[in-house]
């Protein structure tokens, strides 16, 4: 697929690796819709209109089916077209399994692997009409791995990996591609909170020694997008951490 004049809807993004994604595909020239609760800052868009493609800023709440469908309706306001599809929208509230409540686990659940549901819901009739188009969904090694304290996260992005699947096999009858990107330890704001000791017991566990960046994820969902023979997949970018 080339990128160039197509349109990408990137949720969660006004920041880290949702950011990322979406300027990656700005210089692709890729038109772009950011995506979050909040309507993005004046920067973030000047850092998409800089690559001299068109951005639009939806504020939608991905856990909200009606909150998605109103952003989705209102794309197709304005263009109509909406070729790639990048779910990147999550949280995080890490707590060990016996501290953890029911409403912990079920907000997770609800933004991170719900979340991506509603969105994929609200554009496959459009898309299907279409008989083109493609989401990249954002899992997380810890999906295929599990984790102390995170029990609700593993649950969520291991099921991104599953719906990720589902909706491959569903769609590629109208031409419709699903895939997933599992990110390692990226260097983001959030890591960038460890401690020093907790970086270290990080990196030996990494067979490259370092941290991801942004970037490096950005550039395997541009993949993922460009290539029309890749669906149903789940793509590690995590410096070997979980080779097999």
Known sequence: MNLTNKTVLVTGSTQGIGLAIAQAFAKQGANIVLNGRHTASPEVVDSIRAEKVTCWDLSADVTDPDSVQAMIDRIYEKIDH???????????????????TAADFSRVINTNLTGTFNVIK??????????????????SVIGLTGNIGQANYAASKAGIIGLTKSVAKEAAMRGI??????????????????????????LEQIPLKRLGSTNEVAQAAIFLAENDYVTGQTITVDGGLTMQ
Do not use: H, W
């Not at 909406?82 to 953890?100: H, Q, S, Y």
């Not at 554009?123 to 969904?137: T, V």
């Not at 591609?177 to 990080?202: F, H």
């Open 82 to 100: 909406l070729d790639i599809v990048v779910n990147n929208a999550g949280i995080v509230n890490d707590k060990l399994l016996n501290r953890m």
């Open 122 to 139: 609200a554009c496959l009739r459009p898309m299907y009409k279409a008989r083109s188009g493609a989401f990249i969904n954002m899992a």
């Open 177 to 202: 591609r699903c895939n997933a990107i599992a990110p390692g330890m990226i260097d983001t704001a959030m890591t960038a909170q460890l401690s020093e000791k907790v970086k270290g017991e990080i």
